[in-house]
């Protein structure tokens, strides 16, 4: 298998199969940049995106205000923002092998509240098609 680089944090090597973040992308490589080291791009199915609204616990909410005394890192909220992004990120993958697509290039997220009680996510890409140049 031909490597194209080493992971900067742990040292191992990179392989189209594995040089995305994002566990569980049902073979889609999915990628921040617009273009990929290698492949190109033979067809754009177009825009796809996830998205997850959760609420907040009343237990998170009492926890969050109790640790906003004393400073520090909100474990349950963090926990719940992360658990959103994945979903996001899940649904969106959906979207994209609904349309054919194997990989979604400039993916985003895009996140915010309603009435202080209700955490929005969204992760949104470009659906396409590539193959190794």
Do not use: Q, W
Not at 26 to 33: L, Q
Not at 73 to 94: A, F, P, Q, Y
């Amino acid at each position: 298998m031909p490597r194209t680089g080493y992971d900067k944090d742990t040292g191992n090597p990179v392989t189209s199969e594995n040089m995305h973040s994002l566990g569980g992308t049902r073979g889609v490589i999915v990628t921040s940049m617009n273009d990929i080291p290698g492949y190109r791009v033979v067809a754009v199915l177009g825009a796809v995106y996830g998205l997850t609204v959760r609420s907040r616990n009343i237990v998170a909410n009492i926890g969050a205000g109790f640790k906003s005394l004393v400073g520090g890192e909100l474990g349950m909220l963090t926990k719940m923002v992360h658990d959103s992004r994945n979903e996001s990120v899940d649904r969106m993958i959906s979207d994209c092998l609904a349309k054919g697509g194997n990989a979604i290039l400039a993916m985003r997220f895009e996140s915010g509240e309603f009435e202080g009680r209700f955490a929005e996510v969204c992760a949104y890409g470009t659906a396409c098609i590539i193959e190794k140049a």
